[in-house]
């Protein structure tokens, strides 16, 4: 086959799945601007919103409100189409194992981000929240507070763990890649501990209890990716040692 011809098939393969990736997100915004009030008032009724009065301060804070959380909406549904969709144009190139096992990613992908936005919104935005309503009633502060900023401080705790529990999916696949070997776990592991102890203190407020729920929680995680990690690598090495060359036809 001719080269250019190859690239305009792969270019139109490319296309193919760009379009039902926006048709998805398409679908998935316009069911989000349904349900934004339903989700809205869901938040608001949450015992971390209860004592606390949403202002606006400017006549699109509303409209940015709803836009904002059914284009979040959307892009959770889209996430597995997203990365399906990504498996099946690389497919192609992969062997028969290569595709099963990368297969796999794609609902873990999406049920372990789903985990981390959940532990985070119900455990560690309750915490963070108390304690900066605390800190402004020390110092005489009057509490009233605009939705918009509600929402910015509420993403920017809940997304960046949701993020973290993408590691084990990260370290495996690392793994499989053969930039990641047990031996390099072992090395790195304190340096790991103290990146992670960072990113739990800089997340979450700045008392003891609340470090280790944010940080104990991050430890586990990289622990049970380098155990996944390190049975994977074994298991391939295992694999590589009993495996022989096929006999010569000739």
């Not at 998805?24 to 915004?29: D, E, Y």
């Not at 401080?153 to 999916?169: D, K, R």
Request: glycine share 6%; net charge positive; with cysteine.
């Amino acid at each position: 086959m001719d080269i250019n011809e190859d690239v305009v098939r792969h270019l139109t393969e490319l296309r193919r799945r760009l379009i039902i990736v926006s048709a998805c997100f398409l679908v998935s915004l316009c069911g989000g601007l349904y349900l934004s009030p339903r989700i809205l008032k869901y938040i608001k009724s949450s015992s971390a919103a209860a004592s606390v009065e949403w202002n606006v301060f400017s006549f699109t804070d509303g409209l940015f409100i709803y836009l904002r959380c059914a284009f979040l909406l959307a892009m959770l549904c889209t996430l597995p189409i997203l990365l399906y969709q990504t498996w099946a144009f690389v497919r192609p190139g992969l062997t028969l194992k290569e595709a099963k096992g990368t297969l796999a990613y794609v609902p873990f992908s999406f049920f372990l981000f789903l985990g981390g936005i959940s532990f985070s919104y119900f455990l560690v935005f309750p915490m963070m929240l108390r304690f900066m309503m605390q800190m402004n009633q020390t110092i005489g502060a009057t509490e009233t507070y605009g939705i918009d900023k509600y929402f910015v401080f509420l993403f920017s705790v809940v997304f960046p763990l949701g993020i973290a529990f993408e590691m084990p999916l990260v370290m495996l696949f690392l793994t499989r890649l053969g930039l990641l070997t047990p031996e390099r776990l072992k090395t790195s592991r304190k340096y790991a501990y103290v990146g992670l102890a960072i990113v739990g203190a800089s997340i979450s407020p700045p008392d003891f209890v609340s470090h280790l729920s944010v940080t104990v929680p991050l430890l586990l995680l990289f622990e049970i990716s380098a155990f996944l990690s390190n049975r994977f690598a074994r298991r391939n090495a295992a694999a590589s040692a009993y495996s022989y060359p096929d006999p010569d036809p000739a």
